[in-house]
T-cell receptor, first 112, second 114 residues
């Protein structure tokens, strides 16, 4: 199975602080996706990113969220001013050549 | 909008037996993909199996197989010879051929009894 990596594995932050979650997708792939999963709930799509542009986003992905590709391999999800309800697992996913999405191990974000 | 429904919040099975997890979906499209993902306690999402809607043949991966009924919009997962390591949350997911996002069901928690 193709490998997607994410850092950090856990992050604790204070409400109102900015957090940056990082992802390294399957090598040489231009697509990647962010999902989140609030504890005990289903996985929800946030945004898809292709060739340095957002290609699709959900209603959850409001102005406090942003995605970037700061260098050739890393992708980031930034939450500008965290809220208590942002506490969740955040998954990055990357597709293979058949567009099947493989997920990273996730970042567990806790907002206090 | 497409929706995915998993009507069984929890299931349990004896080790070595067979269990079937149910999934139904709602879509007006004809070209799409369906997936089952496994989420163990570590909470990582692991792909179990995928099915292309245009294929009539049901997908199989070792002990895992699906029963894809396109007309009924049903996509169940059968796990044969259940093992303790199969214990996890199982999520059914849908993706339209023309879209990027996966739409997930609520999940089914599978317990394996030794």
């Amino acid at each position: 199975e193709p490998e997607v990596t994410q850092t950090p594995s856990h992050q604790v932050t204070q409400m109102g602080q900015e957090v940056i979650l990082r992802c390294v997708p399957i090598s040489n792939h231009l697509y990647f996706y962010w999902y989140r999963q609030i504890l005990g709930q289903k996985v929800e799509f946030l945004v898809s990113f292709y060739n340095n542009e957002i290609s699709e986003k959900s209603e959850i992905f409001d102005d406090q969220f942003s995605v970037e590709r700061p260098d050739g391999s890393n992708f980031t999800l930034k939450i500008r001013s965290t809220k208590l309800e942002d506490s969740a697992m955040y998954f990055c996913a990357s597709p293979d050549t058949l567009r099947t999405q493989y997920f990273g191990p996730g970042t567990r974000l806790l907002v206090l | 909008a497409q929706t995915v429904t998993q009507s069984q919040p929890e299931m349990s099975v004896q080790e070595a037996e067979t269990v079937t997890l149910s999934c139904t979906y709602d879509t007006s499209e004809s070209d799409y993909y369906l997936f089952w993902y496994k989420q163990p306690p570590s909470r990582q999402m692991i792909l179990v199996i995928r099915q292309e809607a245009y294929k009539q043949q049901n997908a199989t991966e070792n002990r895992f197989s699906v029963n894809f009924q396109k007309a009924a919009k049903s996509f169940s997962l059968k796990i044969s010879d259940s093992q303790l390591g199969d214990a996890a949350m199982y999520f059914c997911a849908y993706r339209s051929a023309g879209a990027q996002k996966l739409v997930f069901g609520q999940g089914t928690r599978l317990t394996i009894n030794p």
